[in-house]
């Protein structure tokens, strides 16, 4: 079965950065779109970022735009979000995800997701 396994998360002081991986296996994700959700507490889970497999073509928050970038890997099946100039805001649990096709941000359209990774930025 898919499975996505993120990991990468951890405890960060602003301005600083992270590099989260999430690991996909269980079937070929040549027509897939790989994406970023955060879910910090007391708030919905919202979109990050997102990569479609075949092309490399991404999408961002306007939230992230400059300091966030996603990339992939194809040998390794593993996709890359690099976080920049981090905030406090950007406090969340960090979830990969995955949907056929088309690149969309609405978390209910994504079939597949992983378990989270926790990333605080704090002084």
């Known amino acids: 079965q898919v499975q996505l396994v993120e990991s990468g998360g951890g405890l960060v002081q602003p301005g600083g950065s992270l590099r989260l991986s999430c690991a996909a296996s269980g079937r070929t994700f040549n027509n897939y779109v790989m994406a970023w959700f955060r879910q910090a507490p007391g708030k919905e889970r919202e979109f990050v970022a997102s990569i479609r497999w075949n092309d490399g073509s991404t999408r961002y928050a306007d939230s992230v735009k400059g300091r966030f970038t996603c990339s992939r890997d194809n040998a390794k099946n593993t996709v890359y979000l690099q976080m920049n100039s981090l905030k406090p805001e950007d406090t969340a649990v960090y979830y990969c995800?995955?949907?056929?096709?088309?690149?969309?941000?609405?978390?209910?359209?994504?079939?597949?997701w992983g378990q989270g990774t926790q990333v605080t930025v704090s002084s």
């Open positions: 995800a995955a949907r056929p096709y088309v690149i969309t941000t609405g978390r209910t359209t994504y079939n597949y």
